[in-house]
T-cell receptor, first 110, second 115 residues
Framework: DAKTTQPTSMDCAEGRAANLPCNHS???????VYWYRQIHSQGPQYIIH???NNETNEMASLIITEDRKSSTLILPHATLRDTAVYYC???????????FGAGTTVTVRA | NAGVTQTPKFQVLKTGQSMTLQCAQD?????MYWYRQDPGMGLRLIYY???????DKGEVPNGYNVSRLNKREFSLRLESAAPSQTSVYFC??????????????FGDGTRLSIL
């Protein structure tokens, strides 16, 4: 399984873009990059996932480098409600489980 | 559309008691999962069900049993609760097939304390 490396914590200002990095230098060709977040006392929430192309949805954008060894999750306009632990996970197509590491604790400040 | 619903939300048990955690999803998903999350740690998979009628062990299955009652429901049973099973339990479901790799969707958890 490809391991991921994320910063332990980061702060960002409300209304600004939040850029969350993730390194996955041992990723294999059939492994997807997923991002989830967990707001305090709630279940993990799916944000976005991608294989090699950049992806965007109503919550965020995912930028994957051309060599696929790293990615960045972008929250375009962070709000206080985006304060959460963000997890970057790499899993092969069709795999049955997710392995959540420590993630990045993101604090959005007013 | 409720998504994944877990009951109860909170429970306190005494050592040796048994209980069943319930999970239901209304998204017509094929696969369902049970995880536990301990303080400061990531989620660990207990059991999963790839489709109705099948169940398989995950990373930490000891002390638990599961039942995939139908496509919607997947229950987790503690036959003889131990303090080490104090945790937050999350149920998740996922649609199989389709384009790409479908994500898992989680319930809000059951907070279980065993005294």
């Amino acid at each position: 399984d490809a391991k991921t490396t994320q910063p332990t914590s980061m702060d960002c200002a409300e209304g600004r873009a939040a850029n969350l990095p993730c390194n996955h230098s041992t990723i294999s060709g059939n492994e997807y990059v997923y991002w989830y977040r967990q707001i305090h006392s709630q279940g993990p929430q799916y944000i976005i996932h991608g294989l090699k192309n950049n992806e965007t949805n109503e919550m965020a954008s995912l930028i994957i480098t051309e060599d696929r060894k790293s990615s960045t999750l972008i929250l375009p306009h962070a709000t206080l409600r985006d304060t959460a632990v963000y997890y970057c996970i790499v899993r092969p197509l069709g795999d049955y489980k997710l392995s959540f590491g420590a993630g990045t604790t993101v604090t959005v400040r007013a | 559309n409720a998504g994944v619903t877990q009951t109860p939300k909170f429970q306190v048990l005494k050592t040796g008691q048994s209980m069943t955690l319930q999970c239901a999803q209304d998204m017509n998903h094929n696969s369902m999962y049970w995880y536990r999350q301990d303080p400061g740690m990531g989620l660990r998979l207990i059991y999963y069900s790839a489709s109705e009628g099948t169940t398989d062990k995950g990373e930490v299955p000891n002390g638990y049993n599961v039942s995939r009652l139908n496509k919607r429901e997947f229950s987790l049973r503690l036959e003889s609760a131990a303090p080490s099973q104090t945790s937050v339990y999350f149920c998740a479901s996922r649609r199989r097939g389709g384009e790409g790799n479908q994500p898992q969707h989680f319930g809000d958890g059951t907070r279980l304390s065993i005294l």
